[in-house]
């Protein structure tokens, strides 16, 4: 594998960018690698920072071959520039050695809900442009899912530390372990004299199959399960309903953690997966088996029951499943992890502030809720979607937000 310098030296500086146009959060990538080469590490740093403020996080956990290195030039006959690399580096060696700038107070207040990515993010942005931030959190600690469903393997822990260090030196407020919407409403906080809310709780309750046998004492949901995986005793044979990204970290945890076989059952083919390709391929790797066109039907006290399902392409090549209820076979399991999705929590409620169907915030194209002041973003708008997706939005929501605060900040 080349160097760091190396892979750098790589890059042809396109004047037109294929690796920027398609980044959700259009990193200046020329311009980055141009300081980095020319020794300008911190420059380059600081370019980065202002540009996406977990550009440290998504380095390491964005799906680079959908993005950046998916569309470099370089990829069409060789392989691509990894800037994934040059980035992480970068950005790590900026948070560890970020000096906070003095930053004057202009005396607005402004709450937080929520210290995912969305609220890391939005919180790094209005503490740089001097608003006096509170950031209330649900868990005893920051990052949201990247802390509580991304296993330590993939995300260290302390990247997320630096982060919350470099908040509290910037001057935010940070209230752990408090639930917005049950002993604080958001209701209650303009009284207090926060003059815009934002609300970025993310979808931490799991979808249910809803089959017999969902509430045995061997089912667990996977969102559960990677928050605190060392309270589970799950045995030998694990068996995880679904195949996205939350059903890999599963997967990977528990082989890890209690040197388990592993089978991940699959609605459809390999080539539908949602979870991103590299860490599929990793996952294969780890010992993880995979049983395709499986649909769990029934969960058993002792494995999960499936039928068969048939793949039909029409003449017009629309794809379509269906089950085959003949064709019926049992996997035997220790314990089932269920990993089909997350929803909202119906712990966060306002007035004015309307739900779609999925119960997620209703908002208009700049993040705003029918509520004047109070603003959404990430997946408790979206529904799930990738860290990067969440900053990129993020990130319009904070202009508009600043346009209200200016006008009605006083």
Do not use: W
């Not at 160097?3 to 146009?21: G, H, T």
């Not at 020329?30 to 550009?55: D, T």
């Not at 006959?77 to 050695?97: C, D, M, N, Q, W």
């Not at 039909?312 to 089909?340: C, L, N, Q, R």
């Amino acid at each position: 594998m080349p160097s760091i310098k190396q892979e750098a030296q790589r890059c042809l500086k396109c004047k037109n960018p294929q690796c920027s146009s398609h980044c959700p959060v259009s990193t200046p990538i020329p311009q980055v690698m141009e300081l980095f080469l020319n020794g300008e590490i911190k420059k380059a740093g600081e370019l980065l920072f202002q540009n996406n403020p977990l550009s440290a996080v998504t380095s390491v956990i964005c799906p680079h071959e959908r993005n950046c290195s998916g569309h470099c030039v370089l990829g069409r006959k060789g392989a691509p520039v990894e800037f994934f690399r040059i980035e992480e580096y970068i950005s790590r060696f900026y948070l560890e050695t970020m000096e906070i700038p003095h930053i004057g107070k202009n005396g607005i207040k402004v709450a937080v809900a929520g210290a995912g990515p969305a609220g890391i993010t939005m919180s790094i942005l209005l503490l740089l442009k001097g608003y006096d931030v509170t950031l209330f959190e649900a868990q005893d600690n920051v990052g949201g899912v990247l802390r509580y469903g991304i296993p330590p393997f993939r995300l260290p822990r302390d990247l997320l530390d630096i982060y919350k260090d470099i908040m509290l030196r910037m001057g935010v407020h940070f209230r752990p372990n408090t639930r917005l919407g049950s002993n604080i409403m958001i209701d209650d906080l303009f009284p207090d004299g926060y003059k815009a809310v934002f609300v970025s709780t993310g979808t931490g309750r799991p979808n249910k199959l809803g089959l017999l046998g969902e509430t045995l004492g061997h089912v667990h949901f996977a969102v559960d399960y990677l928050k605190t995986p060392e309270a589970f005793e799950l045995g030998y044979r694990v068996v995880i309903v679904g195949a996205g990204n939350v059903a890999i970290d599963a997967a990977r945890t528990a082989i890890r953690r209690g040197h388990s076989r592993v089978t991940i059952l699959h609605f459809m083919g390999e080539e539908d997966m949602t979870a991103n390709h590299d860490e599929v391929e990793m996952a294969e790797i780890d010992g993880v088996e995979f049983i395709h066109y499986a649909q769990a039907v029934r969960i058993l006290e002792d494995g999960v029951r499936c039928v068969r399902v048939k793949r039909i392409t029409a003449e017009d090549g629309k794809v379509s499943f269906e089950e085959d209820y003949t064709d019926t076979f049992d996997v035997p399991a220790d314990s089932v992890i269920i990993a089909i999705g997350q929803g909202p929590g119906a712990d966060i409620r306002t007035a004015g502030v309307r739900l779609t169907q999925r119960g997620l915030f209703d908002v208009n194209e700049c993040g705003e809720t029918d509520t004047p002041g109070v603003f959404a973003a990430g997946d408790i708008v979206s529904g799930p979607k990738t860290v990067v997706d969440a900053v990129a939005f993020t990130k319009k929501v904070f202009g508009r937000m600043e346009e209200y605060l200016q006008n009605n900040g006083g």
